[in-house]
């Protein structure tokens, strides 16, 4: 009864519930992330998923979300999945505040960094004195022609548009003049920190495609039209959400997939469903809705188009002196995609007319598109911006009106600018009188030309780019505008019947044409001021944008292709995205100073707005919002800021994300809002001037004349903890007690290393430490668990701590006098002046900073070496800088001549324990039980069924213990190094092979004497013949692998290499191996990341990538296919799907070996699928391939099944799956090419599969083990 009653209170016109409203946006994830660039500020990151928390109403006591802060650096985010499609109309939710009131954040920072950002009142209050350069709204708001959109709550009356002429005077004063009356400034908070909030979803005609300035909505009498003839807003704005379409909203294909094809629920429009029938360009084909490359609106094609346009005119050269184009009208946006091709950046221009929504389609694809009526107001762009401006199949009378809107489109075209416009069907009338608007405008048409293939007339025009033939016309009509009359003014401003003159004066922008892109992204014009401060601001954002926004947050920026920037100053966000695959639109304020031709210039697009109502576009435009203390900014400007986050909902797709930089004190209250909306929220906290604190402590150990190094944990590789004498760790904690995103991989390193049975409790015993936590108390269990934790596993691994856990809470204003009272007693003991804990300590200290710091610590940068947990990609890293202390190595940490070796101390026990031999630095060799096996006479391996090898002569060694993943079925639990380059000490592929063999031998030698190994076997086993490079590790890392490849066969070695499908380019300079395998862990993306968990960032591109490389090898090549239960058994589709890309010969699938458990790997037995689950998934990968593979042979014993390719390896009704390795040999030694075909031998009739003998030799004898159970007496 509450939420219904609450409804209908916000229908009436003048509710007190309508006035008490804020915003919210369900399902969304939010961050706040503090940048080290701006210290009195906070930056926030929120992703949006779902509706799901107001798809029903709520009764009674609402759910509250329970997901919480722990005073930390930063919150991992925790992405909702759901996604419920039969969402009511209506939801009501309504927040229930604590007794105790909202959590604040500390600002321990009053000052931004210097030239940077406006983010105090006092610059704020400059800018609004300067100026409102381009708003023209203020004082024409008492217009006529109102059309009738009520307030959808109910309340409030209409914004009157303001077109007549009577409203040049406006442009008057927003050219220059002061005014004279000053605004009274709020003094009270942009957000009440105790105000209540209920919602509910918009429910309007246009529904899901809502958008509030341009839809009619009016909530009495029928409207004959849906859309305003003027921009025309709600005067209180909209405090509902914009539901989701009706069928649901699905994860929006990828850039650049978007390009071809999108979810058509997601633009899914009744007048589109008939456009579509009558159109070839686009297509409904199940659930996409697909847009074929060879058709376009264009006849003979876009590119034909686009070449006829460069032989028409040469001097338009695209993507060089052409990078900024309009497109007016948006149909099938291949203009766009073809230009966007030769880097030329088009922004579409969505008619309000388009009620097919084709506006819509071309975002959902991914192109730059706005929506504007186009009738008597000026568009809102500066003067002289665009390169050109092209108008497809133009139906737009611009000769009407007195050319308004051909004169519109010569204020925004730059000087000597090109218009292009191409129409189907000429008409005379049309024809003539376009011929004189352009001749009064002085346009030079350059080409004019009917395409016989395209079926369109397309002329070609130029601006002038001086004023000088603007004297020569003999009728001065249209006339040239007042002098004082600022032609940059667009915001509510009319068009004029006036020509504005070309710029000429050195400090006006449009004098010159700008540089060649992409030069002029960072080219800055004379009439540019303040170039410094431009040159600043550009770098500032570039090392926000790369150290932070890439690599910090936690966005997998591969999702993000549109993005806006709502207060965007001079571009540099922007531009610092410039060579990523993303567009970012710039949003320039109307009342803040115009730097929007700024952008233009550099190659960039945007938009003058005004945030107090809702922008242009569609609802779920947008993958990413940027705010760069935007709500600071509008402090004194809008009635309702909460309503900015309702726009901001409407505005993202479900799943999007925003970062938001402001003020703590504006981000306070801001997050209590957001929580009674679910958002979930990850945090930084302000830092002083001088850093956070393990800057501070830098500095305070450094007065001490204390000698160590400042590292971030993402740069530090654990395995060298054993050889430091000192660390000491400053460490946050997140949501749930976890850590910050860049000291994951510590964290789980010392927890996998604490647990795991085999390093011991002394391997730290030589090192000492210190751990200050920084968390909150009023999340209890949690406070400071990060810190605490570390300081209980180092003590575990027997390391002495020399001063106790310091705890600095950040919701009890005491985290500064604890830091310094703990610091002071670190100093102190570090000095000698004073023993805690009975420990004495020296130098040579190394801090971690676990607090997720965008600031460069001035080390330098090495290889990079991104590290990665199950849970998801952790952030690349950089190796440990070596740092001169007391003129020796820093800790002595193992780097010889600058390699470091591969096989520290502690690897080499962990492997030795396992039965390794290691070889060198970083080689390995190790016998297989089915080696000793066949050595019994017990049966061989599945390679010996499917290949004809002898187990007992095969040697399983690698020449790299090191791999570039950390896969979750690793029988070596992870023990082995990672890496994503060779950065060790490297040796001798010569001595390398001589040791494995050595080492080989000596292990067959010792089965001597055991039952079942006979002389003849034990001599044959002491000669191996086959070399297995697959025992742990990726042997195609090591930079010889050819030169030991070779040495291997020339003593008549034959090679089997696995690759995990990372270095696509070391495959493709592979010399020809016996057999090369790819691991084929997985099928998508996803599972791939999951089950692998890859160290680079591009690991799919470099899987598809291995295996195209793999289908140019003339040798016989497998796909390794290990099935996984829960992981990876469900994708046989996407499987198949690879078959075609890599054309392996043969393709082995075999179920995972459980080797127990551990800290690194959450297998189970569950986790292991039966042989009949193998069998049936190879049977049904072969029934999909549709006779290219069939099921060849099988290994029960094994759980390995073969698929081969039947055309090749199927000769008569037999399979020939065995290799003649003496041919083989013989093939290599000769020098010539040769293939699979050419050294292949008859598979014996017992591998072949269904077989009786299940791929068990009959020459061997089978051997089944007798389990005696104790009984109970």
């Known amino acids: 009864m509450t939420i219904a009653r609450l409804a209908r209170q916000a229908k009436r016109p003048h509710g007190f519930c309508v006035k008490m409203t804020a915003v919210a946006i369900m399902g969304f994830c939010f961050i706040f992330v503090w940048s080290m660039f701006s210290s009195s500020s906070t930056s926030a990151t929120t992703q949006r998923e779902s509706f799901d928390d107001i798809a029903e109403p709520v009764a009674g006591n609402t759910r509250k979300d329970e997901k919480k802060i722990n005073g930390s650096v930063s919150l991992v985010v925790n992405e909702h999945e759901s996604r419920r499609k039969d969402r009511k109309e209506e939801a009501s939710l309504e927040r229930k505040e604590k007794d105790d009131g909202t959590k604040k954040l500390p600002n321990e920072g009053e000052k931004d960094n210097q030239g940077q950002e406006e983010s105090g009142d006092e610059e704020s209050e400059k800018e609004e004195e300067e100026g409102e350069v381009v708003d023209g709204k203020k004082e024409a708001n008492d217009g006529e022609n109102t059309e009738g959109n009520g307030d959808i709550q109910g309340d409030g009356d209409l914004i009157q548009n303001a077109d007549q002429e009577s409203v040049e005077e406006v442009e008057h004063e927003s050219a220059g003049s002061k005014s004279t009356g000053k605004k009274r400034k709020i003094k009270g908070p942009v957000f009440d920190p105790n105000a209540h909030y209920s919602w509910r979803l918009c429910s309007t005609r246009s529904k899901h495609n809502y958008m509030p300035c341009i839809d009619i909505e009016s909530g009495t009498g029928r409207l004959q039209s849906y859309r305003h003839t003027e921009r025309s807003c709600p005067k209180t704005p909209p405090m509902c959400l914009v539901p989701l379409p009706h069928e649901g909203y699905g994860t929006p294909v990828h850039w650049p997939e978007s390009q071809l094809k999108v979810l058509y629920s997601n633009v899914a429009h009744p007048k589109l469903a008939a456009f579509i029938k009558k159109n070839s360009w686009l297509v409904q084909s199940g659930e996409y809705l697909i847009f074929p490359q060879n058709q376009s609106e264009?006849?003979?094609?876009?590119?034909?188009?686009?070449?006829?346009?460069?032989?028409?005119?040469?001097?338009?050269?695209?993507?060089?002196?052409?990078?900024?184009?309009?497109?007016?009208?948006?149909?099938?946006?291949?203009?766009?995609?073809?230009?966007?091709?030769?880097?030329?950046?088009?922004?579409?221009?969505?008619?309000?007319?388009?009620?097919v929504d084709l506006a819509q389609v071309a975002l959902e694809r991914g192109f730059p598109t706005i929506v504007?009526?186009?009738?008597?107001?000026?568009?809102?762009?500066?003067?002289?911006?665009?390169?050109?401006?092209?108008?497809?199949?133009?139906?737009?009378?611009?000769?009407?009106?007195?050319?308004?809107?051909?004169?519109?489109?010569?204020?925004?075209?730059?000087?000597?600018?090109?218009?292009?416009?191409?129409?189907?069907?000429?008409?005379?009338?049309?024809?003539?009188a376009m011929t004189t608007l352009t001749a009064s405008v002085c346009w030079n048409v350059l080409a004019h030309k009917t395409d016989e293939v395209g079926e369109v007339g397309v002329k070609i025009y130029q601006k002038p780019e001086s004023n000088d033939i603007y004297g020569l016309r003999r009728r001065k009509n249209p006339p040239l505008c007042k002098e004082n009359e600022n032609p940059d003014a667009a915001w509510y401003v009319p068009m004029k019947t006036c020509l504005h003159p070309v710029p000429s004066a050195i400090e006006q922008h449009g004098t010159e044409w700008p540089e060649e892109w992409p030069k002029r992204l960072e080219t800055y014009p004379d009439w540019m001021n303040n170039k410094e401060k431009l040159v600043a601001d550009t770098s500032h954002w570039k090392a926000i944008v790369e150290k932070s926004y890439l690599t910090g947050m936690g966005i997998d920026w591969s999702n993000i292709r549109n993005i806006m920037d709502m207060k965007a100053i001079n571009g540099g966000f922007a531009a610092a995205l410039a060579q990523h695959k993303v567009w970012v639109m710039n949003v320039v304020l109307v009342h803040a100073p115009d730097t929007l031709p700024i952008i233009y210039e550099r190659g960039l697009i945007g938009v003058y707005h005004d945030w107090c109502e809702s922008f242009g576009t569609y609802p779920r435009s947008y993958d990413l919002l940027h705010a760069d203390h935007l709500f600071s900014r509008l402090k004194n400007r809008c009635k309702q800021p909460a309503s900015i986050v309702v726009e901001m909902d409407r505005l993202l797709r479900p799943g999007g994300w925003a970062v938001i930089r402001d003020k703590v004190e504006i981000l306070d209250p801001l997050e209590g809002i957001l929580r009674s909306l679910h958002w979930e929220i990850r945090m930084t906290y302000a830092q002083d001037k001088e850093g956070i604190l393990s800057h501070r402590l830098h500095n305070l150990l450094a007065s001490n004349n204390l000698h160590f190094d400042l590292i971030d944990p993402q740069n530090y590789e654990p395995e060298d903890l054993f050889k430091e004498k000192l660390v000491i760790i400053i460490a946050s904690t997140w949501e749930d007690g976890k850590p910050p995103q860049n000291a994951k991989f510590f964290a789980n390193w010392l927890a996998e290393s604490a647990d795991d049975f085999r390093v011991g409790s002394l391997m730290l015993s030589e090192c000492k430490f210190a751990v200050f936590g920084v968390g909150s108390r009023a999340y209890g269990e949690t406070f400071n668990a990060v810190a605490k934790d570390f300081s209980r596993r180092l003590r575990d691994l027997g390391a002495k701590e020399v001063v106790g856990v310091g705890e600095g809470d950040v919701d009890g204003g005491e985290l500064d006098g604890v830091f310094e009272e703990w610091s002071g007693r670190?100093?102190?003991?570090?000095?000698?002046?004073?023993?805690?804990?009975?420990?004495?300590?020296?130098?040579?200290?190394?801090?971690?900073?676990?607090?997720?710091?965008?600031?460069?610590?001035?080390?330098?940068?090495?290889?990079?070496?991104?590290?990665?947990?199950?849970?998801?990609?952790?952030?690349?890293?950089?190796?440990?800088?070596?740092?001169?202390?007391?003129?020796?190595?820093?800790?002595?940490?193992?780097?010889?001549?600058?390699?470091?070796?591969?096989?520290?101390?502690?690897?080499?026990?962990?492997?030795?324990?396992?039965?390794?031999?290691?070889?060198?630095?970083?080689?390995?060799?190790?016998?297989?039980?089915?080696?000793?096996?066949?050595?019994?006479?017990?049966?061989?391996?599945?390679?010996?069924s499917f290949y004809g090898i002898e187990s007992h002569r095969c040697m399983e060694a690698t020449p790299s213990l090191a791999c570039a993943n950390k896969c979750?079925?690793?029988?070596?639990?992870?023990?082995?190094?990672?890496?994503?380059?060779?950065?060790?000490?490297?040796?001798?592929?010569?001595?390398?092979?001589?040791?494995?063999?050595?080492?080989?031998?000596?292990?067959?030698?010792?089965?001597?004497?055991?039952?079942?190994?006979?002389?003849?076997?034990?001599?044959?086993?002491?000669?191996?013949?086959?070399?297995?490079?697959?025992?742990?590790?990726?042997?195609?890392?090591?930079?010889?692998?050819?030169?030991?490849?070779?040495?291997?066969?020339?003593?008549?070695?034959?090679?089997?290499?696995?690759?995990?499908?990372?270095?696509?380019?070391?495959?493709?300079?592979?010399?020809?191996?016996?057999?090369?395998?790819v691991s084929v862990d997985a099928a998508t993306k996803e599972s791939l990341k999951a089950i692998d968990r890859p160290l680079f960032g591009d690991f799919w591109e470099r899987f598809i990538d291995s295996l195209k490389s793999l289908k140019e090898k003339q040798q016989r090549t497998v796909y390794r296919l290990t099935l996984v239960k829960g992981w990876n058994t469900e994708d046989l589709d996407a499987y198949f799907n690879l078959f075609s890309t890599g054309q392996p010969d043969f393709i082995e699938i075999k179920g995972v070996t459980y080797c127990g458990s551990s800290a690194t790997s959450k297998l189970t037995m569950e986790n292991v699928p039966w042989h009949s689950d193998v069998k049936a998934f190879s049977e049904a990968l072969a029934l999909k391939s549709k006779g290219e593979y069939e099921v060849a042979c099988e290994h029960v014993h094994s759980c390995c099944v073969l698929l081969a390719k039947t055309e090749k390896f199927k000769v008569d009704g037999q399979w020939f799956t065995w290799i003649d390795y003496d041919k083989f040999h013989d093939l290599v030694a000769s020098g010539k090419p040769f293939d699979s075909k050419d050294y292949m031998a008859a598979t014996p009739s017992w591998a072949v599969y269904g077989a009786e003998e299940g791929g068990f030799d009959p020459d061997q004898s089978r051997y089944r083990k007798e389990r005696h159970h104790k009984t109970n007496h």
């Not at 029988?971 to 380059?981: D, E, F, L, Q």
């Not at 490297?986 to 001597?1008: C, F, G, R, W, Y």
């Open 826 to 944: 670190l100093a102190k003991v570090l000095k000698g002046e004073s023993v805690e804990n009975g420990e004495d300590c020296g130098n040579g200290v190394v801090v971690i900073d676990e607090s997720d710091d965008d600031e460069d610590d001035g080390g330098v940068e090495s290889d990079i070496v991104d590290l990665e947990d199950i849970a998801g990609k952790g952030p690349s890293r950089r190796s440990l800088v070596v740092a001169q202390s007391n003129g020796k190595l820093n800790g002595e940490n193992g780097k010889l001549d600058g390699k470091k070796e591969m096989v520290t101390p502690v690897i080499r026990a962990s492997l030795e324990k396992q039965g390794y031999k290691i070889i060198g630095s970083h080689s390995g060799v190790k016998i297989c039980r089915w080696t000793k096996s066949q050595l019994r006479g017990r049966g061989g391996c599945y390679k010996h």
């Open 968 to 1077: 979750v079925f690793c029988w070596r639990h992870h023990t082995n190094p990672v890496g994503k380059s060779w950065q060790w000490k490297m040796d001798d592929p010569l001595e390398i092979v001589n040791s494995a063999i050595d080492l080989h031998t000596k292990m067959i030698k010792q089965m001597k004497g055991v039952p079942g190994v006979t002389l003849e076997r034990l001599n044959e086993g002491l000669s191996p013949r086959h070399c297995a490079l697959s025992l742990v590790g990726e042997p195609i890392m090591y930079p010889e692998i050819n030169t030991l490849v070779d040495e291997l066969h020339r003593r008549q070695i034959s090679t089997f290499l696995v690759t995990n499908a990372q270095f696509p380019d070391k495959i493709q300079m592979l010399k020809p191996v016996t057999q090369l395998y």
């Open 372 to 432: 504007s009526p186009f009738g008597s107001r000026r568009l809102h762009f500066p003067s002289g911006v665009f390169d050109a401006i092209h108008c497809s199949g133009c139906s737009i009378p611009w000769h009407s009106n007195g050319g308004k809107l051909l004169l519109e489109m010569n204020r925004i075209l730059r000087p000597g600018g090109y218009f292009i416009l191409s129409t189907k069907h000429d008409n005379i009338e049309e024809e003539e």
């Open 298 to 355: 264009f006849k003979g094609g876009v590119q034909h188009y686009l070449d006829s346009i460069e032989e028409m005119v040469p001097d338009i050269e695209w993507g060089k002196n052409i990078r900024v184009v309009l497109d007016i009208g948006c149909t099938d946006s291949s203009f766009a995609a073809s230009l966007l091709d030769k880097e030329v950046l088009t922004l579409s221009l969505g008619l309000k007319d388009d009620l």
